[in-house]
């Protein structure tokens, strides 16, 4: 992974072998990625109401100083059916904020790849009570606390999720739990 600082927008010449990531001026340039803004996603999560079921049709990009939408509502299920959001910055807030209750978040893969030498937010913040996060996987976050995931709510259920190369400062690089029963 590259990152080139104050760019001012003049990168355009570059070859790239094999996997790698580019950003420049904090936006990610290589590989391009044409899909939806997160601020589209954000719109649809902040507007969900109780029972609300969203399913993903599209991939997401989490572009440097975007902010986080909480989810307010109780019964909602996000199903994801396997797209991906995307980032590549530091998260000031969690990615996904759960406040409601019996919430599912399901089948959604969350590629933020924090190329900074910073410690930032959990992917998913947890405080609502009663819900799962099922099928996901976490690529690449470092936090303070949870890498991938903070859960403070009660009776959670973190089921069949891949973490890959998420870290954290103080403690649990993957998952870090202080509700009960989860």
């Given at each position: 992974n590259c990152t080139f600082p104050n760019t001012r927008g003049f990168i355009e010449?570059?070859?790239?072998e094999g996997q790698c990531v580019i950003i420049a001026d904090n936006s990610q340039i290589y590989p391009e990625i044409p899909m939806a803004s997160y601020s589209e996603l954000s719109d649809i999560i902040r507007?969900?109401?109780d029972g609300d079921v969203?399913?993903?049709t599209e991939d997401y990009?989490?572009?440097y100083g975007c902010l986080c939408y909480p989810i307010k509502a109780n019964n909602v299920t996000i199903n994801g059916n396997g797209h991906t959001i995307y980032g590549n910055g530091v998260l000031a807030?969690?990615?996904i904020s759960v406040l409601g209750d019996n919430v599912s978040v399901n089948s959604v893969?969350?590629?933020f790849k924090n190329v900074y030498d910073k410690w930032a937010s959990s992917i998913v913040e947890w405080k609502g009570n009663g819900g799962s996060i099922?099928?996901?996987?976490f690529i690449g976050n470092k936090a303070e606390y949870g890498g991938a995931i903070?859960?403070?709510g009660n009776n959670g259920i973190i089921e069949d999720c891949l973490f890959v190369n998420d870290t954290a400062r103080i403690a649990a690089g993957a998952i870090f739990i202080t509700g009960i029963n989860n």
């Open positions: 010449d570059y070859y790239v507007n969900l109401k969203y399913n993903l990009y989490f572009d807030y969690s990615l893969i969350f590629d099922t099928d996901c996987a903070t859960w403070k």
